[in-house]
């Protein structure tokens, strides 16, 4: 069985500078490993998503106006997660508070280009040799 995604997972965004913790909110009531298990609806910028760091992305306002103040010279600026679509594509079998839950191969899209993926899924499962 592979190990849920649920709070305190690690994600990586392609333009962001350092990893991130997802949030998993306990509005499900729905607990892996006694932490709450997220679903694709756990999208919400700050609340789930907290910033990468700094921001790479030209198509971010911040970053482009930067980078023209310095001539061209690439300046990365402050994240700040602009994700108004849910994860996709979500278990196909697996629902959490009737919601399909978050896996391993789910991305999550940044207004600002950036694609967003799981790299720890905050549960793993231990065997005992």
């Known amino acids: 069985m592979p190990p849920h995604v649920c709070m305190g997972a690690m994600m990586q965004c392609t333009f962001g500078v350092a990893p991130s913790s997802l949030i998993v909110l ?10 709450p298990a997220a679903t694709i609806m756990d999208n919400k910028p700050i609340v789930n998503i907290p910033p990468f760091g700094m921001c790479t992305s030209l198509a971010n306002p911040t970053v482009a106006s930067a980078t023209a103040a310095a001539l061209g010279v690439l300046t990365p600026m402050p994240c700040v997660p602009v994700t108004p679509a849910p994860w996709a594509p979500g278990s196909p079998t697996v629902l959490v508070g009737g919601m399909p839950a978050l896996n391993l191969s789910s991305k999550l899209m940044c207004t ?8 720890s899924p905050g549960q793993f499962t231990h065997q005992i040799p």
């Open 26 to 35: 306990p509005e499900n009531r729905v607990l892996t490993s006694k932490v």
């Open 112 to 119: 600002w280009g950036g694609v967003i993926s799981i790299t």
